[in-house]
Nanobody, 126 residues
Framework: QVKLVESGGGSVQAGSSLRLSCAAS????????MAWFRQVAGKGREGVAA???????DYAASVAGRFTISRDYNTETVYLEMNNVKPEDTAMYYC????????????????????WGQGTQVIVSS
């Protein structure tokens, strides 16, 4: 049973923009904290951005000011708007959700995420 489905990845030039989407099942979307992570082959997974139910967001320093995370309650989708992308943004991007049953608590990229999508690849060329 697929609960998170990412899309929107691709190959772009440095300086351009890209929007990633993460379609969630209703139950998963009820999570108080949803996030985007990225991973380069051979390296650990890095938290990129997280958003709570009232749109408060947390960003990694490497993307703050360039990326924007949002959640659409009409479509039960989490977005990652990526602007002014750089070659170092090249990675597999994953959508994640904190346990939906958990109440309250801050929502940051350092939180514990238990539901993961299969990822979408982003390649940025210089």
């Amino acid at each position: 049973q697929v609960k998170l489905v990412e899309s929107g990845g691709g190959s772009v030039q440095a300086g351009s923009s890209l929007r990633l989407s993460c379609a969630a099942s209703k139950y998963i979307f009820s999570s108080g904290c949803m996030a985007w992570f990225r991973q380069v082959a051979g390296k650990g997974r890095e938290g990129v951005a997280a958003v709570d139910k009232i749109a408060r967001a947390d960003y990694a320093a490497s993307v703050a000011g360039r990326f924007t995370i949002s959640r659409d309650y009409n479509t039960e989708t989490v977005y990652l708007e990526m602007n002014n992308v750089k070659p170092e943004d090249t990675a597999m991007y994953y959508c994640a959700a904190r346990e939906p049953g958990l109440a309250g608590g801050a929502c940051t990229v350092g939180d514990t995420f238990v539901v993961w999508g299969q990822g979408t690849q982003v390649i940025v060329s210089s």
